[in-house]
């Protein structure tokens, strides 16, 4: 999804007090570039860690130090994805969501993380 508007409105929400899911791939990206203790895994579901309430990758300016290679869950949101009807939608928890536009590009990567994440539950 877009990240200017996140940028425009100098917003960093959702890195607060982040549940972002990782695929292996984002856990393989981040090890790969020497990071350690960046998630927690509980139940076999893995998700970043965050530190004093901030996501382990927020910098002190609130930018994300990863932004390049952060997660795909980061990349998509605020677009969600209905798990019973693979409907998406954008979450409501976004204060500027309906700034975003979704294209079906967005949707398919939507697919493929969900595809991926509950493949391992
Ligand atoms: S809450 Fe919405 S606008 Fe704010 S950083 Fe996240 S996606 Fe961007
Ligand atoms: S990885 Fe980056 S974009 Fe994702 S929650 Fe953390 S700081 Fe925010």
């Known amino acids: 999804m877009d990240g200017s508007i996140c940028r425009k409105h100098s917003c960093h929400l959702c890195c607060l007090e982040t549940e972002m899911e990782l ?11 020497g990071f350690s203790g960046f998630y927690q895994e509980i139940d076999g ?8 309430g901030r996501c382990f990758f927020l910098d002190r300016n609130n930018l994300c130090s990863v ?9 998509s949101y605020p677009l969600m994805m209905e798990l019973e009807t693979y ?3 954008l ?6 969501a309906e700034e975003f536009m979704v294209d079906p590009e967005d949707m398919i990567a939507l697919h493929t993380i969900i595809g991926e994440l509950e493949a391992r539950r």
């Open 23 to 33: 695929t292996g791939a984002d856990i393989d990206r981040l090890e790969n570039m």
């Open 45 to 52: 579901i893995r998700t970043l860690m965050n530190r004093d």
């Open 67 to 75: 932004y390049a290679d952060r997660p795909v869950g980061c990349r």
């Open 87 to 89: 409907e998406g939608f």
């Open 91 to 96: 979450d409501e928890l976004c204060p500027h």
